[in-house]
């Protein structure tokens, strides 16, 4: 496995913005290529702010403080569960308490990484690493490791969680939102 690097990244990704294509192949991106490869002038929170069905992600953001990085110069990749990842297998947590901010920090902080990348990006990562498993690290310091599954994106996290790259990405001014169809760290449930 190999363990990619945000200065290798960056240039990377930089340079597949500008050559890639964006269809319904491997990434099952959809929508218009125009927008798939054009960043938006809009920060990852307004993209965040606008997507449908990510209202629990929105809330733990606010909760945890880390709007204003959402709004930053990035560039970041953020891996945005659904509203029904967060209750899926009946963890559901409240993360907008004032008293859970620290989970809420840290389970969003465990789905962000540095740098911008497209799904364009990871796949061919993968490629390169001979169709093998490839690792980035997160701003929570934890590793997401990448692989494919037919045409699909897989994620795992170190502590087994597992999503599948779902749904449209959006890039961002500051970086790319990229939709998961599951949490990739369970939120500590707090003592009854």
């Known amino acids: 496995m190999r363990i990619i690097m945000r200065r290798a990244l960056t240039p990377l990704a930089v340079l597949l913005l500008a050559a890639c294509g964006g269809g319904d192949e491997d990434g099952k991106t959809g929508g218009d290529a125009a927008e798939q490869t054009q960043p938006s002038s809009r920060t990852l929170a307004a993209t965040l702010q606008g997507e449908d069905g990510f209202g629990t992600l929105r809330e733990t953001a606010t909760n945890a403080g880390l709007t ?32 859970l901010r620290a989970q809420s920090a840290a389970l969003l902080r465990a789905h962000i990484v540095p740098g911008a990348l497209t799904r364009e990006d990871i796949v061919a990562a993968i490629e390169r690493d001979g169709g093998g498993d490839v690792q980035m690290r997160t701003m929570a310091n934890t590793l997401l490791t990448f692989s494919r599954d037919g045409e699909a994106i897989v994620v795992s996290a170190e502590n087994g969680a597992r999503g599948r790259l779902t749904g449209e990405e959006r890039l961002a001014s500051n970086g790319v939102f990229q939709p998961v169809d599951a949490l990739l760290v369970r939120p500590e449930t707090p003592p009854a």
Do not use: C
Request: glycine content about 12%; proline content about 6%.
């Open 68 to 99: 204003s990085v959402l709004e930053g110069v990035g560039p970041y990749t953020v891996f945005a569960p659904a509203d029904a990842a967060f209750t899926a297998g009946g963890t559901a947590t409240d993360l907008t308490d004032e008293s």
